[in-house]
Nanobody, 121 residues
Framework: QVQLVESGGGLVQAGGSLRLSCAAS????????MGWYRQAPGKQRGLVAA???????NYADSVKGRFTISRDNAKNTVYLQMNSLKPEDTAVYYC???????????????WGQGTQVTVSS
């Protein structure tokens, strides 16, 4: 069984910073892309940032220049450094990872439980 456990959310003032972490644990043979998504009340869940096993990154236009995604492959962990936070960044942030549980398994999509980020004006 694979689990993604997020940490680092909270309440911050506009202009502040937060760092989210997401650690994958359990039966893991290989991890491809890891990423962060967010969902604000009344809105659909959308991609914030993603990073491949080789380190290639992709960002939503709304966070480019403010957020940085990184990963530690040895620890099966992905991070999201969020700077210059704005009230519109307020959402539940979800970790996502494409994981192969065993040598002969297929890659599957896994999600964390979500962590709340609230940015006050």
């Amino acid at each position: 069984q694979v689990q993604l456990v997020e940490s680092g959310g909270g309440l911050v003032q506009a202009g502040g910073s937060l760092r989210l972490s997401c650690a994958a644990s359990g039966s893991i043979f290989s991890i491809r892309t890891m990423g962060w998504y967010r969902q604000a009340p009344g809105k659909q869940r959308g991609l914030v940032a993603a990073i491949t096993s080789g380190g290639s990154t992709n960002y939503a236009d709304s966070v480019k220049g403010r957020f940085t995604i990184s990963r530690d492959n040895a620890k099966n962990t992905v991070y999201l450094q969020m700077n210059s936070l704005k009230p519109e960044d307020t959402a539940v942030y979800y970790c996502n990872a494409d994981i192969k549980g065993g040598r002969w398994s297929n890659f599957r999509d896994y999600w964390g439980q979500g962590t709340q980020v609230t940015v006050s004006s």
